[in-house]
């Protein structure tokens, strides 16, 4: 009568179908992210609610013999149809990347499993799906412990730096750069995202054409402080044409 | 006891084999061992004539041994509709549906950023010379996230060239109990609701006569 | 050994109960006979309190403990949809899905000539009088061959009266991929296909929005 | 390696899901009914498949212990969705439940099952499914022996009987009987079905006036001969609202 | 919509018992719903009345309806041997085998520390005395870490008292093929394997003779 | 559509292999397609290799690429036991156990009338001249009717030569519970049942210690 089965509400970061038609999934719940089994799933109704970026409750079975949990039940807790579309499909995708490299199994963090669901969110429904992923990705990595350095230039330590730092996504000094320094609102938002609410964030987006230079910016501090991340491409069709 | 090596490594190469495990991998290498010559060499030369023989078909994407694939090649095919799927196993499962009989176009995979598929990974600028002003293109990748998101990027690209674009029907499968439906795809059988009007005999008999629904007007 | 005739009594009992075979029953009885008196009493109290207060509500047949049951009784349900299904536990699954804000209707059962299920053994005749013209009914009775059958009966029979019949959509489950889809679904999932039109923001949000697809006009 | 799994390729003609969501069907093929159990069947794609009336392609495994055969793979051969339609739905039921009744499993007979595929075919394609199901009845009862006695009273044996026979469903002389006598087409009917072609019967309907009696001859000559059938109330639905 | 609160009722009282999910205990208490009122009373009825007449027998702590259980107070059991199980249900397996005609010792669970379960937990006090000098006693507890740990408890108990203490056997199943053991059960089947001599017909003939087998020797 | 011939002849061969069904050749097939042209070439090459190298050992049938295979030609392996198995994967089974370290015999087979394998088609001839008196033989073939007459038979075969024949325990697997076990195992687990006594520190300390367990003297 031991139980070795737990019950999870979260949501799929991760979804990989195996030829024998297991689903493998990697779930981020308030517990930390946990990665699952469901044999034979394709073929059953746990294909429907064990998709990607679906809020699932799932009840996982754990052998000590097998390294991977088994999914026993699932049910859909809520569905964001809205993130495939074009414009914030791979928004969401960063997201589940970042989370999944920023959070470990076994590692208890209602906070986090919080700001990825209200990311996801945010991206879902907003009409700006890029300022909210921008946003959220710099809370995200914030929350994980990775603050870009903005007080002191990140290759001499002179006191504020205001110019893109084109390795490593954080500041330099005028010295040291050799772009010219971000326009002002950009750079409040370097330097405040991550201690400032989402709300106050969300209510000053930083104009559209200064965004390039932000992404840049967070693809190298990623890429430098946590390591590979694919979700940089963005999938609006016209530009998919052109290219 | 230590594996003779050619043992190990025929079941290493076995074990790569999609739904094979180490075991099956184990159980099917002891049992080629078990079989007469012919056999196994009758095996290598379907291997190597089929990597030698097989590539895709420039226009479809799908596999062929010809110039061009047989779909693409048969006149008599409705080549005004274009049915866009993930991979060339998907066309076979549609062709023994035995409801289409138009063309094919052969993704090779769905969008999916995080596992760095964009769309120049997938044939899809091959697809855009093929289609024209009225031409119907059905959106037949999976029902998952990944293929809707796939059918949705598709959708935008294909209606400015004038294309009727359609997705296949998402609801219960035949001989399903609602009982034994997922809520998500109940949700979406429900709000997919056909109208079922008693319309006058068609004008040319078809096999897929009763499918001639109309949708509801306004689901609720 | 012979079991204690209260014990086999037991296991008799419980093996009645759908989906429990000889074994399941033997260890429910012993599960059961292991129980404190106050949790058997209480399963017992269960038992009878639902015999005593459940029965299907004289206007749509479902389960209810009131004179009418919740959703008859809830003005802000549609008033203008009834929805058709076979069994209680179907409005219980539709409800689930979300995706319904109208009536019910439950025949508690399908046409089965071979096993002596005629119209007269359903809920068919109360019906009736609940259709208003302009009224949309959907079918939602399962999709075997069974269910169609009573949904073309109830079809022939609810146009008369001025209703628009709907049947729920036939297709691939949501999260499927065509490669594990049958093949006589897939064929529904094909011919049912519907467009996916650019359609302007609709007048008031709604949920299901990317819904309100129109069909494909020439389906071939 | 011995195989204890068979192919088989046969129409559904009995199908019931038990509580525990497995599938119990009942198909008639050459080589006589077989029974089997899909386990689970309900939540996959043997659903589909394995549907009444479906002619289907399966493999059946049968262990010595289990006295149900059980369904591994079933591939649809051939549908008739038109069955569903009121006015031939319950004449496939009565040929189903004919077939059952006259053919045990394990009796080899390609010829039963082509007949009661021609009848499932006709039921679904003819413009007249009623006459169809009239002739296929007496073609199914004949071919399992059972063939009504016409050229004598059934009650006291007097030559060339042309009455009705409201017990046996077989013929009376005007002595015997309490009916009048058949109109002609009804006798040559019932005197020549069983061993007349399909075709040539086909070809001769009997005026659809003179068809309750037939019907109500059939219905009392199955009851005493072969048992109790079912399906003998038709579902046009204007009947059942008048009703 | 809500439920009923005795629907709600009934299935939260199913969904307690061992075995049967939320799923199952809704389509439990449809399907009682269903039934008439005598068969929900006949099962009412059998519980009470189990609950009513059953209890332990004081002597072996299976389950009776007697004074004494049905072995316990049949003379013809052999008297001289004790087995000892886990649960009553594990009588009736042994007994369905046919291969047992001595006594049993129900001890109503395992040794198990991490769910706050010792000895006196269990009804091991009331076999010390049951338990005579030559005496064998089976100890047929479950094969688990738990069963075992159960067994070399009681044996340490046992054996002072002068009992010959046995085990059940470890091996493969009945119908087993080599290659579908697990490592753990196939090296016990080998090292616990058992010498097949043609030994001449025991003093008294036995219905399990051809288990009369000695053991190896020295097993290696 | 027509597949391609050489895709057809592809699938065919791979429906060929044991466990490998239609649906499963074809997933095989469209896989092996989408590889590098290396990677069938290794597959190719462990295939021909394994064929060209790998034989039945002349001594005890398993399967090597030497003269003898490695467990005949291990002078370390306990010589005076000699395991007799069905297959080859069994051995890999035993080893894998790690309570072994005997010699072996592979018969290829089991006897089976109603297949046409009689004594002549299994590798017992070569069997007997290994056998030298007071050797001790383990009969390892499956727990199967066909299994047990062919340990009967080499049982009635070898006693005369002087061996010592033995054979695996039937019995529980390890893990197990007596609930769910089969009666017949059941049966033979009671029945085989094992002496635990306490005996002194054996001389020469082994692994299996533990199972040096005397056998009961009196079974019932
Ligand atoms: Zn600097
Ligand atoms: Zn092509
Ligand atoms: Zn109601
Ligand atoms: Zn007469
Ligand atoms: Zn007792
Ligand atoms: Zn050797």
């Known amino acids: ?243 | 006891m230590k594996y003779p090596p050619s043992l190990v490594g025929l079941i290493r190469e076995l074990s790569r084999l999609p739904g094979i495990g180490p075991k099956s991998a184990q159980r099917l290498a002891f049992y080629l061992f078990e079989q007469p010559r012919e056999d196994i060499e009758r095996l290598v030369g379907a291997l190597l004539e089929a990597k030698r023989d097989l590539h895709t078909c420039p226009v479809c994407f799908n596999i062929t041994d010809a110039e061009r694939c047989d779909v693409c090649s048969d006149p008599t095919r409705d080549q005004d509709v274009i049915c866009v799927v993930e991979e060339p196993g998907d066309v076979i499962a549609i062709e023994r549906s035995g409801e289409y009989r138009g063309l094919y176009h052969v993704l090779h995979g769905v969008l999916s950023p995080m596992n760095g598929v964009g769309p120049e990974r997938l044939h899809i600028k091959p697809l855009l010379p093929r289609v024209q002003d009225g031409m119907e293109v059905i959106l037949a990748t999976g029902t998952t996230v990944e293929g809707d998101a796939t059918a949705l990027y598709l959708q935008r690209l294909l209606e400015p060239l004038g294309a009727v674009v359609s997705r296949i029907a998402y609801g219960l499968p035949v001989g399903g109990a609602l009982e034994y439906a997922d809520e998500v795809t109940l949700g979406r059988a429900m709000s997919g609701r056909r109208r079922v009007n008693e319309a006058p005999t068609p004008p040319r008999p078809r096999r897929d006569e009763e499918d001639g629904a109309a949708p509801v007007p306004s689901p609720r």
């Open chain 1, 1 to 243: 009568m031991r139980s070795r089965s737990a019950n999870r509400s979260g949501i799929v970061i991760r979804r990989r179908v195996t030829p024998a038609g297991d689903i493998i999934v990697t779930l981020l719940t308030p517990q930390g992210k946990v990665k699952a089994i469901a044999r034979g799933g394709v073929r059953g109704a746990l294909a429907s609610r064990l998709n990607l970026f679906h809020h699932v409750a799932v009840q996982v079975y754990q052998t000590p013999q097998a390294d991977l949990a088994t999914v026993q039940q699932a049910v859909l807790e809520g569905a964001l149809p809205r993130l495939a579309e074009p414009e914030r499909y791979a928004f969401a995708h960063l997201m589940a990347e970042l989370a999944d490299a920023l959070f470990q199994e076994g590692e208890f963090s209602g906070q986090a499993f919080d700001l990825f669901a209200g990311a996801l969110r945010g991206i879902s429904h907003q009409p700006d799906p890029e300022w909210v992923a921008l946003v959220m990705s710099y809370k995200l990595l914030g929350l994980a412990g990775f603050v870009p350095q903005t007080n002191r230039c990140a290759r001499c330590g002179t006191a504020d730096p205001a110019h893109p730092d084109p390795l490593g996504g954080q500041l330099l000094c005028a010295a040291c750069a050799s772009l010219p320094a971000y326009p002002p609102p950009s750079l409040d938002f370097l330097r405040n995202v991550v201690r400032r609410s989402v709300r106050a964030s969300m209510d000053h987006p930083v104009p559209e054409e200064q965004r390039p230079a932000l992404w840049r910016a967070l693809e190298r501090f990623v890429t430098v402080q946590v390591g590979n991340v694919q979700s940089w491409r963005q999938l609006v069709p016209t530009a998919a044409v052109s290219a």
